[in-house]
């Protein structure tokens, strides 16, 4: 339980250093350029070529996936009927489908299931929310960052250039490659930068008070997130007989706040960044008022 508050304490921290001059709310774009070229693709080429999939994975493994498609339809809807610009579908299009599943997720699942539980939000993060992250947060930062919409070929040149990416077909080619304790130490080290850097960056662009403009689509995007998406999985896995821990944790899993990773893509991108700012800021402390509601609903039986 101790990571998900000292990540509220750096996004206090970065809110502070802000409002007292000592970094400017434009030193998150380097800190986010950071995390999307140097950490993010090093924390991918950590896991991903170790990862295994067995049966008893299938379930923690499989919802992110399909909750990720559910998500996206709902904000494409969405966006549609509340005519929003571009960059609040593309940043609500990364931040409410992909959640807060490894720092957040693993203490959380520990404090609520206990230890051996953890095993299936593991899962549940590195099957699933993570690669996801690499490839749909391609996919959505090359068809909506810059602008204009581009063409076939410029989302697919975008895709290939996008450094998680491309980090992420190297670790598929090196599956099943053990790295030397050299090379996998170093990849730790700057990996683990990943999580401080992102919040202390949120911190700098979180603005108490939203234009107005941006108020439904953060309310939308929460209750989507936090409520609607792990209640819809919930209530469907329990009528087609789906039970045990596994089926447990990821209804617990699917209601976590958004990932602090796919907002920095989103802000790095020009994604509306304060959107994605408090998108992060916001859901996580209140994910703690949410997801006991969600165990009892499903776990506490």
Request: glycine share 10%.
């Amino acid at each position: 339980m101790v990571e998900p508050y000292w990540a509220l304490a750096l996004v206090c921290l970065g809110w502070g250093l802000k409002r007292v001059g000592a970094m400017r709310a434009d030193a998150a774009v380097a800190l986010n350029a950071y995390v999307v070229t140097v950490a993010l693709p090093a924390l991918v080429l950590l896991r991903l070529p170790g990862l295994r999939l067995n049966a008893e994975a299938i379930v923690p493994a499989v919802t992110p996936w399909l909750l990720l498609a559910l998500s996206a339809l709902a904000v494409l809807g969405l966006s549609r009927v509340f005519s929003w610009s571009r960059g609040v579908t593309g940043c609500l299009l990364l931040t409410v489908p992909l959640g807060n599943t490894s720092f957040l997720g693993f203490p959380l699942v520990e404090a609520w299931f206990g230890p051996e539980p953890v095993v299936y939000a593991m899962i549940y993060d590195q099957l699933g929310t993570f690669p996801l992250l690499a490839s749909y947060g391609a996919i959505i930062l090359a068809t909506y960052a810059h602008g204009e919409r581009p063409g076939p070929l410029g989302i697919a040149k975008r895709i290939l250039v996008f450094p998680p990416f491309v980090a992420l077909l190297a670790g598929l080619a090196l599956h099943g490659v053990v790295w030397p304790e050299a090379i996998s130490g170093l990849l730790e080290r700057v990996g683990n930068s990943l999580m401080p850097v992102v919040m202390l960056a949120v911190g700098l662009q979180l603005e108490p008070r939203l234009s107005r403009d941006l108020w439904a689509p953060m309310g939308l995007g929460l209750g989507l997130k936090l409520l609607a998406a792990p209640l819809l999985f919930g209530l469907v896995g329990a009528a087609m007989g789906l039970a045990g821990i596994g089926f447990e944790v990821s209804v617990f899993e699917a209601g976590m706040g958004s990932m602090i990773t796919a907002g920095a893509l989103a802000a790095s991108a020009g994604l509306a960044p304060r959107l994605a700012a408090a998108m992060v800021g916001v859901s996580i402390p209140l994910s703690f008022v949410t997801l006991p509601l969600i165990h009892a609903l499903f776990v506490a039986r």
